[in-house]
């Protein structure tokens, strides 16, 4: 079975840095059977996608975190990562990734623009809290 445990989280003031990790159990990234994304959610809202990697090494984020964050992946590691710089107060979130299976019908795109189409798909972390203070 698979599981990923995200780690990394913390808190940071407005403008600073932080790394997260997703590290899985049960599933070798190197295997190109998923689709990897980092989504977030603060209390009361939608989770919302933040950035997805393909497993041609492609990648799409959402508008809000463009030139502030990269995901990347280090399959010696079995780990996902989402570098996040100059980090706003608005970044404050709890930080998921997942793993959504090829072949369901969904693109890579939908982890990012349609979350709500993967939300049930793949597997899930249990999350890493981010605050950003101003």
């Known amino acids: 079975q698979v599981q990923l445990v995200e780690s990394g989280g913390g808190s940071v003031q407005a403008g600073g840095s932080l790394r997260l990790s997703c590290t899985a159990s049960?599933?070798?990234?190197?295997?190109?059977?998923?689709?990897m994304g980092w989504f977030r959610q603060v209390s009361g809202k939608d989770r919302e996608g933040v950035a997805a990697?393909?497993?041609?090494?492609?990648?799409t984020y959402a508008d809000s975190v463009k030139g502030r964050f990269v995901i990347s992946k280090e399959n010696a590691k079995n780990t996902l990562y989402l570098q996040m710089n100059s980090l706003k107060p608005e970044d404050t979130a709890m930080y998921y990734c997942?793993?959504?299976?090829?072949?369901?019908?969904?693109?890579?795109?939908?982890?990012?623009?349609?979350?709500?189409?993967?939300?049930?798909?793949?597997?899930w972390g249990q999350g890493t809290q981010v605050t950003v203070s101003s």
């Open positions: 049960g599933y070798t990234y190197s295997s190109s059977r998923y689709y």
């Open positions: 990697l393909d497993t041609d090494g492609s990648t």
């Open positions: 997942a793993a959504i299976r090829i072949g369901t019908g969904a693109t890579m795109m939908d982890l990012v623009y349609n979350v709500l189409r993967v939300l049930r798909l793949g597997y």
